[in-house]
């Protein structure tokens, strides 16, 4: 199962959790109004975990300007980008694309049909005023009749305590890939507890 970290700002705390937990992947959140913006390429340093960039109805020539800046390995859109934006995106940026729907109650599994062709993976998180890092968790029950292909990140609100209903997932749908934690794993805004990273990461790769 792939492990992203999301809200990285700090250098000396991305450096610990990439050599002590080794993430797949590392996020950092490029949305203005959110309390781990990073606003500065220089302050990020290279890891081994891909990195990836997180945006939020941001145009294309600012996301394919950060992507070089910050050498990002994928782009998540957080957003409410549509089909047309991410067939054009994936064009003109060299990345992969991860596009995130913000589920309420139900999905509407034939919309997301239209950007498979386009993207690496789908990410499911909480729908929320503030798009996202809200901490809340959604119904992921939702998510043990889903229908496509493409492999997708499970995020919303992942503590500790998320590691049995994981598994419990994992054991029902195939297409589950990966999980994407952050806000719960913070000691304060974009820096997070190594030890807690640690521990969880632990737990879901031994109790299977
Ligand atoms: O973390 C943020 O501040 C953020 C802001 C805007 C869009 C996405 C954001 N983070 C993403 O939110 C999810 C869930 O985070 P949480 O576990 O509920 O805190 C995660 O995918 C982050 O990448």
């Not at 000396?12 to 050599?19: G, T, V």
């Not at 990020?44 to 020539?61: L, M, Q």
């Not at 003109?92 to 034939?110: G, H, L, P, S």
């Not at 990410?123 to 968790?137: I, R, V």
Request: hydrophobic share 45%; glycine share 6%.
């Amino acid at each position: 199962m792939l492990v992203k970290v999301c809200g990285m700002r700090d250098a000396e705390n991305i450096r610990s959790l990439d050599e002590k937990v080794q993430p797949d992947l590392m996020g950092m959140i490029f949305y203005p109004k959110s309390s781990r913006y990073v606003a500065d390429a220089a302050t990020i340093p290279s890891t081994k975990a891909a990195k990836v960039g997180v945006f939020v109805n941001t145009p294309i020539a600012e996301i394919v300007a950060k992507v070089n800046a910050f050498g990002l390995a994928y782009i998540q859109l957080h957003g409410d980008e549509d089909a047309v934006f991410v067939e054009e995106l994936k064009k003109q940026a060299a990345a992969e694309i991860i596009k995130v729907f913000r589920v309420t109650e139900e999905v509407d599994w034939t919309y997301l049909k239209g950007f498979e062709p386009h993207v690496a993976y789908f990410l499911f998180d909480t729908e929320t005023k503030g798009y996202g890092g809200s901490g809340k968790k959604f119904n992921w029950e939702l998510l043990e009749k889903y229908p496509l292909q493409k492999p997708f990140l499970l995020s919303g609100g992942i503590q500790e305590e998320s590691v049995a209903e994981i598994q419990h997932l994992q054991q029902i749908q195939p297409k589950l890939a990966g999980v994407d934690i952050n806000s719960k794993f913070e000691l304060h805004a974009a820096f997070k507890d190594v030890d807690k990273v640690i521990r969880f990461v632990k737990a879901l790769q031994e109790n299977r």
